[in-house]
Nanobody, 126 residues
Framework: QVQLVESGGGLVQAGGSLRLSCVASGRTYSNYAMGWFSQGPGKERELIAGISRSGNTYYADSVKGRFTISRDNAKNTVYLQMNSLNPEDTAVYYC????????????????????WGQGTQVTVSS
């Protein structure tokens, strides 16, 4: 099994920044593609950013140019740097891991991810 623990959420003013972290333990982290999902009030859980085993990245249009996903395999950690936050970014953010033999694939459907963290709340005030 893989256990995922998110951290770094909180309350921030519009225009501010946060960095979310997700630490993985258990199976070999480098064999997993990683993703960050958000779920705002009354909304479906949505893939915001993904990163492949080899470092290819994907971003939803809503966060492109503002958010950056990265991974540090030595620390078994994936990050989401969030800049220029706006109230529409208010959501619970989840990290997810997808075991894959395809090193270059950065995006999968939510049903394809094998493990999920418990989420961390991000609230952006006006």
């Amino acid at each position: 099994q893989v256990q995922l623990v998110e951290s770094g959420g909180g309350l921030v003013q519009a225009g501010g920044s946060l960095r979310l972290s997700c630490v993985a333990s258990g199976r070999t982290y480098s064999n997993y593609a990683m993703g960050w999902f958000s779920q705002g009030p009354g909304k479906e859980r949505e893939l915001i950013a993904g990163i492949s085993r080899s470092g290819n990245t994907y971003y939803a249009d809503s966060v492109k140019g503002r958010f950056t996903i990265s991974r540090d395999n030595a620390k078994n950690t994936v990050y989401l740097q969030m800049n220029s936050l706006n109230p529409e970014d208010t959501a619970v953010y989840y990290c997810a891991a997808r075991r894959t033999v395809s090193p270059g694939t950065a995006v999968f459907g939510s049903y394809e991810y094998d493990y999920w963290g418990q989420g961390t709340q991000v609230t952006v005030s006006s």
